[in-house]
């Protein structure tokens, strides 16, 4: 009796200990890549338990770990996308900034694994829900000054004349190593607490924007499918959602519509000191397809879709906003402009106007730049319903009814 249960004993003891070493090969293996990060933590405590009974804790903390994680793993877990290297030998590849370089050696890259997802924002598979308005706001981890206050203001979610308004921001990471993965886990607790964030493994950077738009018409294309229209920003925009609602409130979003502050001409930056500097080797035409500033653009769910089609054509440019232009080019669609979209800055009509006067923002769709705090005031002013303006606002013209193709 004794020897069998000592046999056992040791039986057990030997299987549990194979079965740590597994785990152990098989989480070094995936040390390489950096994801996910609840395993990283775990690895450190593996090596450091000596006796069997902590590592037997370990072993089934870590069991119940990797099956929650199998799923994920499967799903989520693209390999990681390797640099182009052969980039290097292009003719005056030398010659570019490090951050030119850099886009030059990742622009082929367009799966990243999902950090923070929202798998029901929309209702979910089963139970879809109308979303008439997706507001889709591109922000960065760093910004949790700028979201918070969109959460107060604009970008609360709520029904408006029986429409349906939701929220996501936008994002990737920031930062490398400890101080990467301590701003992932602000990100998290935010995320859990307001269910807004959808957050995927790449470098936050001005040019990595076109990835982040494809990214999430990609997560739309899976999770969202039904929006019917979406509000493309900034986080640092003044929006009138409800003007938004009154304006494209009769129509179903099947149908083509992509309207802003519209760019009929532009060329591409040839300067390299430019902020928007896109050498011949990135752009070679001389002009850029008309689209609407980026600051922030209203599109319908069906646009949406057609984007993230043609965008698997069309090689990434690091300005996301001409980006959109280009798919919506090749597909023979056109941007319109909208006079109450401003993204280019002020539009004062005189300059004897305060310029906080919420007067001028009632009408318009979207204004362009803001700091949370002016946020913050002029909403309440905008929404305050004694507001009395004692001027006409002609000059900011009414929203017109959707003009669709
Ligand atoms: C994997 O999925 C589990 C449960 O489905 C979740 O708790 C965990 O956060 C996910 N991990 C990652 C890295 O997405
Ligand atoms: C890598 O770069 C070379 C040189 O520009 C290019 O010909 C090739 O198509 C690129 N490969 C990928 C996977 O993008
Ligand atoms: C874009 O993100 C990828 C993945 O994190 C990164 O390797 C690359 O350097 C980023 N590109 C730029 C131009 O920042
Ligand atoms: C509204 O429509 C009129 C006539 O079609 C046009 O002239 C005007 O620019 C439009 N306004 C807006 C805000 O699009």
């Known amino acids: 009796m004794f020897r069998i249960s000592r046999i056992t004993d040791i039986c057990v003891t030997t299987l549990l200990l194979l079965g740590a070493l ?7 293996e995936s040390q390489t890549d950096s994801y996910p990060e609840s395993i990283h933590s775990y690895h450190g405590k593996v090596e450091h338990s000596e006796d069997h009974k902590a590592s037997h804790t370990v072993f089934s903390l870590l069991r119940g770990r990797l099956k929650s994680q199998m799923g994920n793993l499967s799903q989520n877990l693209p390999l990681r996308c ?11 590849f030398d010659s570019f900034s490090p ?28 139970e ?27 970008a609360k979610e709520r029904s408006y004349k029986g429409k349906m308004i939701r929220r ?44 982040k738009q494809i990214l999430f018409l990609e997560w739309m294309g899976r999770r969202c499918l039904q929006a019917r229209f979406l509000l493309n920003g900034d ?30 001409i532009a060329f591409p930056k040839r300067d390299p000191s430019s902020k928007y500097f896109v050498p011949l080797l990135i752009y ?28 698997a054509l069309i090689q990434i440019l690091p300005i996301d906003d001409v ?3 280009m798919c919506l080019a090749a597909m023979k669609l056109k941007p319109d402009p909208h006079m109450g979209v401003k993204t280019l800055g002020w539009y004062i009509p005189s300059k004897k106007i305060d310029k906080y006067d919420p007067c001028h923002l009632k009408d318009l769709l979207l204004l362009h730049k803001f700091s949370p705090r002016d946020i913050y005031f002029l909403w309440n002013e905008v929404q305050n319903p004694n507001l009395q303006c004692s001027y006409k606002t002609s000059t900011i013209v009414k929203p017109n009814k959707t003009q669709t193709v």
């Open 284 to 311: 070679e035409k001389d002009v850029y397809p008309p689209y609407c500033g980026g600051g922030g653009f209203l599109l319908s769910g069906y646009t949406a879709l057609v984007i993230y089609k043609m965008s």
């Open 22 to 28: 597994l785990v152990l090969v098989y989480f070094n």
């Open 168 to 211: 996501v921001f936008i994002i990737g990471t920031d930062g490398t190593g400890l101080e990467k993965e301590q701003l992932n886990n602000l990100v998290r607790l935010e995320h859990k607490h307001y269910n807004d964030i959808l957050q995927w493994d790449f470098k936050d950077s001005f040019y990595n924007l076109t990835l």
């Open 235 to 264: 986080d640092d925009v003044f929006a009138q959602t409800d003007n938004m609602i009154e304006y494209l409130q009769d129509n179903d979003g099947s149908k083509h519509l992509f309207t802003g502050n519209l760019i009929k």
């Open 323 to 325: 980006y959109m232009g």
């Open 99 to 126: 951050m030119i370089q850099d886009f030059l050696y990742y622009r082929h890259c367009r799966s990243f694994p999902i950090i923070l997802d929202l798998p029901n924002k929309c209702g979910g598979v089963d």
């Open 128 to 154: 879809p829900e109308d979303i008439f308005l997706l507001l889709v706001i591109k922000s960065s981890p760093n910004n949790y000054e700028r979201r918070e206050v969109l959460r107060k203001t604009w």
């Open 82 to 92: 390797e640099r182009n290297t052969t980039m290097a030998n292009v003719y005056g």
